[in-house]
């Protein structure tokens, strides 16, 4: 008796479980985060800000002007525990200070002219948008990947769907495209941004 | 002796809904389908929704959609567009994805409110370059570009002969994969047409102007992927060689002469 309630219990566990992870998907706000900045050789800034606040670097080198000594990054992920990893969202001046990680990419083609086209500065709406990124941080866990029998893959989909699931991975991005489906920007969001864009238009 | 039984009855739970509405099936898709040769402009936003689906999965592909925050990035960009521009209500709402891994550079508009972007054309956007790319695909939707391009002579033949109603649950299946690669064809292989693609950028370009956002970022998005060296061989798409970025920006200017100084 034990056992077979054991199994009973195992397998509600089992075939509810995609369930609960698609319950949790959508970002969760984060509200505090800790950024970690070197902004030149031996410096370091250590501080605790909300996420999407807009900071801006000094630059602590004296061979560089005042004009270069700017540089505004977005709070945009909670794990920056290295050396400017993981922020992706950068608004800076004319610095020409150097970095050598992939993010700093960007840093470089909007600092150092590679794009110096007025349209790559960004207007009130993207910027409030990045924000607003900022608010969203970690992002959605990974999708659960279909990994179980096409059958199991195939349960809850509409009728078309069922009738081209039988084609290779389409169960799978069927899966993906209802767990894009649950990630909504908040009311909230939308209507901010719907602020910034009307005062955008009447300016 | 027990364990064997529940376990037959457990899996067999789970494969039953897979047969259980054969009937609704073929009635569902028959409406789809139906639906498609009837009236292309016409497509409910449920059918839309399916067909959208259907096509999506096939662009995909073996890819996968990035989960990070470029996720809320993208959708967080097309819900507010479709917001202020107020798009067309969809069955779903509005939803966007990075591809990735794909670092060639396009964007797809999937009927039912899908836009698919590239990782290669995200990371290259910089600045109002997203929205605008946004602003373009979500044109083609609202214009119902996706749905009109269907053109399946076999589709029509087949589903307004008098044997229609006597189809098989997999020749419906077979009709239905057709439609959806019909679509897929013209987003992702043939493109749209000319007339089409400078249609969807004169709507882009009025969408950012009602958003705030200076039209020129389209204009710069444009040339960097007219002078991008990482071309694939895709021709739909955003990355549409039919017509040339060139030409495209050209429209872009005589749109932007068309404007009264009062206005700029």
């Known amino acids: 008796m034990i056992k077979t309630l054991s199994f009973l219990l195992l397998g ?72 400017m990893r993981n922020i992706d969202a950068i608004r800076c001046d004319n610095s020409r200070e150097t970095r050598s990680t992939e993010i700093m990419k960007k840093y470089r083609q909007n600092c150092l002219g590679d794009n110096p086209t007025k349209a790559n500065e960004e207007s009130p709406v993207t910027e409030s948008i990045f924000r607003k990124i900022g608010a969203a941080l970690a992002g959605p866990p990974e999708i659960k990947q279909n990994g179980g029998s096409m059958a199991a893959g195939i349960r809850g ?9 039988g084609s290779t991975d389409a169960a799978k991005n069927f899966r993906q495209l209802d767990y894009i489906e649950q990630v909504n920007a908040s009311p909230e969001d939308l209507a901010a941004i719907e602020a910034i864009a009307k005062r955008a238009r009447q300016e | 002796m027990r364990a064997i039984i529940i376990t037959t009855l457990l899996a067999t739970a789970t494969v039953m809904p897979t047969y259980a509405a054969t009937d609704s099936l073929v009635n569902s898709a028959f409406s789809v389908l139906r639906g498609i040769v009837e009236s292309q402009r016409d497509l409910n936003p449920e059918q839309e929704n399916k067909l959208g689906r259907a096509a999506a999965v ?56 899908y836009i698919l972007i590239t990782q290669g054309l995200y990371d290259l956007c910089e600045g109002d370059e997203l929205l605008a790319v946004l602003a373009h695909e979500l044109a083609h939707l609202n214009l119902k570009h996706g749905v009109n391009s269907i053109k399946n002579a076999k589709l029509t033949a087949t589903l307004t002969s008098a044997t229609a109603t006597t189809l098989s649950t997999t020749e419906l299946a077979k009709l239905f994969s057709e ?21 969807a950028d004169a709507e882009a370009f009025k969408m950012l102007r009602l958003i705030g956002v200076s039209p020129m970022a389209f204009d710069s998005i444009l ?42």
Not at chain 2, 234 to 258: E, I, V
Request: hydrophobic content about 35%; glycine content about 6%.
């Open chain 2, 58 to 113: 096939r662009i995909i592909g073996k890819r996968s959609l990035a989960t990070d925050k470029s996720l809320y990035h993208v959708t967080l960009l097309v819900q507010a567009l479709a917001k202020i521009t107020d798009a067309p209500p969809t069955l779903t709402g509005y939803h966007s994805a990075v591809i990735a891994d794909d670092y060639s550079l396009n964007a797809f508009a999937l009927p039912g409110g």
């Open chain 1, 157 to 165: 989909f509409s009728d078309e769907e069922r009738l081209v699931a």
């Open chain 1, 12 to 83: 509600t566990l089992l075939f509810s479980f995609p369930v609960h992870v698609q319950a949790n998907a959508v970002p969760a706000l984060v509200k505090k985060t800790l950024v970690k900045v070197k902004p030149g050789p031996g410096a370091k800034t250590v501080c605790e800000l909300p996420a999407g606040t807009r900071v801006e670097i000094l630059n602590d080198d004296r061979n560089t002007s005042p004009e270069r000594k700017r540089a505004w990054l977005y709070v945009v992920s909670p794990s920056c525990s290295g050396w």
């Open chain 2, 223 to 264: 040339r960097k992927i007219g002078q991008s060296t990482t071309k694939n061989d895709a021709t739909g798409g955003f990355f549409s060689t039919h017509p040339s970025t060139d030409d495209r920006r050209k429209n872009l200017d005589q749109l932007l002469a068309s404007i009264e100084p009062t206005q700029q």
């Open chain 2, 179 to 199: 439609s959806a690669a019909s679509l897929t064809d013209t987003l992702v292989v043939k493109g749209y047409s000319r007339s089409t693609e400078l249609e």
